[in-house]
């Protein structure tokens, strides 16, 4: 009979995700190994192994949490939306700022997302794939309700794309404690949609 994990085992591996997420930011994931790893969570490697059994499983593990996460962040946000009766804009610029907040506390998750998926298996990059698919479409979607006499079938994927350009890359020049907020970096990028596309609505 296998014996039962312990209450905390999620717990540790979402601290030793942290800390493999710093790593790999830091060294990049084809530098930095499980001994890197195990070092930086104050383990030893044998101890990290009882966890994952490579650095492979640590990044697949990492970036499933990470994009689970990121779409049980737009249910909510669609759930409070409905809640607080938001209009369609209102529920946009919501997102955004959830978004952005999210970005801000979780840099270092989201610089694998975008730098290490080539790194997975064929079957586990198409897994993550689709999750990001699912984010990009939830985006179009509230997009196209917010701005449905602009936003069609014909500009929806670089509308969808140009605001993602706006607010992905942040991790690479947005400095936490630096004279932008990413509170106010979300404003900003809220004004320019609304000034885009908002304004020439009517």
């Not at 970036?63 to 009766?85: F, K, S, V």
């Not at 700022?97 to 790194?119: G, M, P, Q, W």
Request: glycine share 4%.
């Amino acid at each position: 009979m296998a014996r039962p994990k312990s209450a905390s085992h999620d717990l540790k591996r979402e601290a030793i995700l942290d800390v493999a997420a710093q790593c790999f930011a830091q060294q990049s994931y084809s530098s930095a190994s499980m001994n890197d790893i195990a070092l930086a969570c104050g383990t030893s490697k044998a101890r990290l192994y009882h966890y994952y059994e490579g650095k492979e499983a640590i990044l697949f593990d990492l970036l499933d949490r990470y994009t689970q996460h990121l779409l049980a962040l737009i249910g909510e946000t669609e759930a409070r939306a409905q809640r607080r009766n938001l209009s369609e804009t209102e529920a946009l610029h919501e997102l955004i700022r959830v978004f952005l907040t999210e970005y801000e506390n979780s840099a270092t998750r989201h610089t694998s997302l975008l730098a290490d998926t080539k790194f997975l298996s064929p079957t586990q990059f198409e897994h993550i794939r689709k999750r990001q698919r699912d984010v990009v479409a939830a985006f179009t979607r509230f997009l196209k309700r917010a701005y449905p006499n602009r936003v069609n079938k014909t500009n929806e994927v670089a509308v969808t794309m140009m605001l993602f350009g706006m607010i992905n890359w942040t991790f690479t020049w947005l400095r936490p404690g630096g004279p932008l907020t990413y509170e106010a970096f979300a404003q900003n990028v809220i004004q320019m949609i609304d000034q885009g596309l908002g304004g020439a609505q009517g």
